[in-house]
RNA sequence: GCGCCAGUAGCUCAGCUGGAUAGAGCAACGGACUUCUAAUCCGUAGGCCGGGGGUUCGAAUCCCUCCUGGCGCGCCA
């Protein structure tokens, strides 16, 4: 990667100057910082590093500057170096490295935008994870496609990733389904029920005992206790039908569903929190077992066994999370809903009570989505039944607008979710704005063909007939694209890539607008086509990335 | 009361580990279709980056404090 070709040129330089005299401290930052300017006129990338360097130095940033250009400018790799504003030294890329740009796409096709800065670390991503006892609704879609999106940027960049779904099948929860389930299946066959107002109220509880009408009998045959098992069961496994059929329809699979109930199944819990105790980070109070979470940042010690002898949620979670390092991952991402914050503090006390540093788990976390109709917020009730699912949304507004505006905000803040904007087909809205683009190019293509024009090969093209600015700043967003692509994965941002997009797009139609591909001249057209087809590769990449299709024709 | 997240143009939001003159879309206003799809483009206007202090060569970004909004603070899950 071009950033990476410049920071060991910059190295070099400094080394010079240090054995030459030039510059004397002998520091080397960590880390030489390198950005794009925000001003085009800036260059097409800027170091501070002479900044970095005059504490230590003692000398004034721009005459070190002065000192490190001079070992600069002699290198192939640029066209200019230049000292500005307080010491910064931009570059300007040699004309020759954009035409390598061109072929290296083309060289990659789809693989063009991947790296290896993940190479070697195994990383789950966890999301979704919603409770089996409803549908999924608008916010889990949010969650949903940001943790997949994530995931394929990761992998992307070269990590090797497993996407995991946590199924909560064990615990109240899910046996207030099951009793809530019985109950409408006992109104069902005609007797008088008193619903209890903590059950799940909503229609699709009636649903679900209607598919249990038939072992009815059956049921009636069994003790309450083993009836609501029998229920819970039964509800369970169709609701994670109903939840896998809407994920697929998002696009979106996982790799392992992983279930709670099982970790009970294979005394894992027990197991895990043996553990706990041998390494002295339990202690017994008030006859409950308790984790010293407080010892590692939390602001209170936890329970893990309750009095009654039973375990608490947290009990299997930090078995969960235990073991997801004893499958060997260095790294564990959970996606969670925002209101889940405070369970943050006790998760990574406990792993760091374990010795895991502290970067092994990572938790995203997912902000709420605010639904509006026509600029009016739609109220829900979640006791009520009174939402929306997230498959009428995925209905109403179509797969890829959804997702893509699940991912145009930073995960962190909320996002207002307007279904008739998210509806238009018109320049409102952002997701047709970048498959515009695609479907362009694809139609230049089309009409390129019908006049006989050949796709351009690699010894056919030629660069010296790329010379608008238009074309050049075109190349030096494409060029960006693998580092758009590391620095979303490495910040666990997918929003980087819609803005990455947007601007991609926004080159192209204003190229377009302003200049004919198919020109007059066979030439131009032949290098013009060679371009635009490799802006296409790049949408085509980042769209991939993002679950959106690239539509050849809008 | 404590904690987490947010506060940037009229609205919705970007702003990468602190960098050069704070950006985009929408809305507003003015333009561009006999020309590869106008789901597009070009231009104008719009800002004490919530307030106040501090850190330094340099702050929307880091620290402190206050204000506002959202969400959490169970031997619930």
Known sequence: MIKNDIRSVLKQALENCYQQGALTSGEFPAEIQLEVPKNPEHGDYATNLAMMLARSEGKAPRRIAEV???????????????????????????????????????????????????????????????????????????????????????????????REYYINDAGNQVQTLGRSILLRLRELQGKVIDFPEDGYQAAYVTELAEGLRQEQGELADLNEEEAISRCTRFGVDQILKWIDTDLKAFGIHFDNWYSEQSLYDRDMVEQELGRLKEKGLTYEEDDALWLRTTEFGDDKNRVLIKSDGSYTYFASDVAYHLEKFDRGFDRVIDVWGADHHGYIPRMKAMLKGFGLPAAALEVLLIQMVNLLRDGQPFVMGKRSGNFITLREVIDEVGRDACRFFFLMRRCDSQLDFDLELAKQNSSDNPVYYVQYAHARICSINRNAAAVGMEQPTLAQFDFSYLTLAEEIALIRQLSRFPEAIEGAALHYEPHRLVFYLQDLAALLHSYYNRHRVLDEDAQVTSARLYLVNAVRIVLANALGLLGVSAPEQM
Do not use: C, M
């Open 68 to 162: 490190l250009a001079e070992s600069l400018r002699a290198d192939a790799l640029f066209d200019a170096v230049e000292i500005a504003g307080p010491g910064f030294i931009n570059f300007r890329l040699a004309v020759g490295y954009w035409a390598k740009v061109l072929h290296h796409i083309y060289a990659e096709q789809e693989q063009f935008g991947r790296s290896q800065v993940g190479a070697g670390v195994k990383v789950q991503v966890e999301f979704v994870s919603a409770n089996p006892t409803g549908p999924l609704h608008i916010g889990h879609g949010r969650g949903a496609v940001v943790g997949d999106a994530l995931a394929a940027i990761l992998a992307a960049a070269g990590f090797d990733v497993q």
